[in-house]
């Protein structure tokens, strides 16, 4: 019998082994113009980070990981969205590509706000 995930992050943490997730980064990158939308390995690695954001969130519910969202709360986009913002702040090489990043990441915030924030608020 299958058990459903408690959490929306539980939930999101299942779908990352599957080709929508794979997908779902792809469009993320293409839509909002990622200037490393085209490279294959960019994307599988923000996959495989926004992953470990997702088990982390899992693994401590208390620990907010993006400033208003919950870490039981978090979601596959909130998820490739914070691994990317990491991502960047770690990344000595971003140079000239950093501002168009901040751009996106920016966008991806401001076009789906209610992936950033408590659900419960919603209603």
């Given at each position: 019998?299958?058990?459903?995930?408690?959490?929306?992050?539980?939930?999101?943490?299942?779908?990352?082994p599957l080709f929508e997730s794979e997908l779902l980064v792809r469009l993320m990158l293409y839509?909002?113009?990622?200037?490393?939308?085209?490279?294959?390995?960019?994307?599988?690695?923000?996959?495989?980070?926004?992953?470990?954001?997702?088990?982390?969130?899992?693994?401590?519910?208390?620990?907010?990981?993006?400033?208003?969202?919950?870490?039981?709360?978090?979601?596959?986009?909130?998820?490739?969205?914070?691994?990317?913002?990491?991502?960047?702040?770690?990344?000595?090489?971003?140079?000239?590509?950093?501002?168009?990043?901040?751009?996106?990441?920016?966008s991806v915030r401001h076009s789906l706000p209610s992936c950033f924030c408590d659900p419960d608020?919603?209603?």
């Amino acid at each position: 019998m299958n058990q459903q995930p408690s959490s929306t992050a539980e939930a999101s943490l299942a779908i990352c082994p599957l080709f929508e997730s794979e997908l779902l980064v792809r469009l993320m990158l293409y839509h909002w113009g990622h200037p490393r939308a085209d490279d294959e390995e960019f994307g599988s690695q923000l996959l495989e980070i926004a992953t470990e954001v997702l088990q982390a969130a899992v693994a401590d519910a208390d620990h907010v990981l993006v400033q208003g969202l919950p870490s039981s709360h978090m979601n596959l986009v909130a998820a490739v969205w914070y691994a990317e913002a990491r991502a960047l702040e770690e990344d000595d090489n971003a140079g000239c590509d950093a501002g168009a990043r901040k751009e996106w990441l920016d966008s991806v915030r401001h076009s789906l706000p209610s992936c950033f924030c408590d659900p419960d608020e919603l209603v």
